[in-house]
């Protein structure tokens, strides 16, 4: 249990860390002291703290008062949790792909350097299951081409190609059919809760769903292509 507690909160010091990346991604000013997005304050160590300091603050910037997103200490908590349940082996992929989900959330698109990077340490560090890897990118590259792009991107199935190599057959699948579970009840309680106008024509993105149904296949040893067949 102390060992739990432990990587968890690591976890969510990596997760701050993987945080400024994914926000920083591609932008002018990749390094630097971290800043309040609002007024510019740079922000000093206690407001840092992962989760505590949002807690703290009451999710408001201490000069500016603007609020905090909610994303900070999502992905921090998210991060340790994976930390927390992830067999060692596969953190190295699982901290580009919470970069990936950063990144993918907020631009709608996954950049190559990422996703090949995470295809790369799939098959350094996963199961190396190249048949199961290039099945669930067939896949998306089917939809993707018959859609001439409009339901989902290509960079979801290169994320696919390195889920299936992660993961291998039995938990890959499982994956994919999870993200697909996640994104059709989020996108169902996005429309009916949020006040923009959203449709069934709006863009989401996918990798999120990807990387949450990756974790969960994994850490449940899930076999859901087996048990939906049989």
């Known amino acids: ?43 000093r160590w206690y407001e840092l703290a992962p989760v505590l300091s949002f807690v703290f ?36 992929v699982f901290c580009l792909y919470i970069i990936i989900l950063i990144y993918d959330f907020r631009h709608k698109i996954i950049p190559d350097s990422l996703v090949y990077s995470s295809v790369i340490l799939a098959l350094v560090f996963g199961s190396r299951d190249v048949i199961a890897g290039l099945i669930l990118f067939s896949f998306f590259a089917a939809i993707w081409l018959l859609s001439s792009g409009r ?26 059919i999870l993200a697909f579970w996640l994104g059709a009840a989020s996108g169902i309680l996005y429309m009916i809760f949020s006040p923009k106008n959203i449709t069934m024509k709006s863009e989401m993105p996918f990798a999120p769903f990807l990387v ?3 974790w969960l296949a994994l850490i449940f040893n899930l076999d859901l292509l087996h048990v939906s067949l049989f």
């Open 212 to 214: 949450l149904g990756a």
């Open 1 to 43: 249990m102390i060992v739990t507690v432990i990587l968890f909160v690591f976890g969510t010091i990596i997760g701050s860390f993987l945080n400024v990346v994914g926000l920083r991604w591609n932008a002018k000013n990749f390094g630097g002291r971290s800043r309040c997005p609002s007024c510019g304050k740079t922000l």
């Open 57 to 92: 603050l009451r999710a408001r910037c201490a000069r500016c008062k603007n609020r905090i997103s909610w994303q900070y200490p999502a992905i921090e908590i998210l991060t340790g949790l994976i930390f927390a349940t992830v067999p060692y082996i596969y953190l190295p």
């Open 151 to 176: 339901a989902i991107g290509f960079g979801d199935a290169k994320l696919g190609l390195s889920i299936g190599l992660l993961l291998g057959t039995a938990a890959g699948f499982s994956a994919i």
